[in-house]
């Protein structure tokens, strides 16, 4: 009987950490199952933000900079919701 007590009382404080995904407990809990982080939209961080910054990019290669420039577009239309027509493309 310690033992029962003691693993719910264990349930109960780790579904108390997660009580806004919790779906139902009885005995145990089934939690929901959380939308995936999108990686990109958190670690990204723009190349071109100031005036200086384009003439560092315009010393770099067509390649390296065609790169750059199609990075922050996708920035900038996935995550920052841009209204522009390049990202209907």
């Known amino acids: 009987m310690r033992y029962l007590i003691a693993s719910l009382m264990i349930l109960t404080t780790l579904s108390v950490a997660r009580a806004g995904e919790v779906k139902f407990c009885f005995l145990f809990c089934a939690f929901e199952q959380s939308a995936p982080m999108d ?3 958190q670690s990204y961080q723009r190349v071109n933000q100031r005036p200086a910054d384009g ?16 990075n ?13 027509p390049i990202c209907s493309r």
Do not use: H, M
């Not at 003439?55 to 199609?70: C, M, N």
């Not at 922050?72 to 522009?84: Q, S």
């Open 39 to 41: 990686s990109f939209c």
């Open 72 to 84: 922050d577009v996708l920035y900038l239309c996935k995550c920052k919701a841009w209204d522009n």
């Open 55 to 70: 003439v560092e990019i315009e010393r770099l290669s067509r390649g390296l900079k065609a790169r750059l420039t199609a």
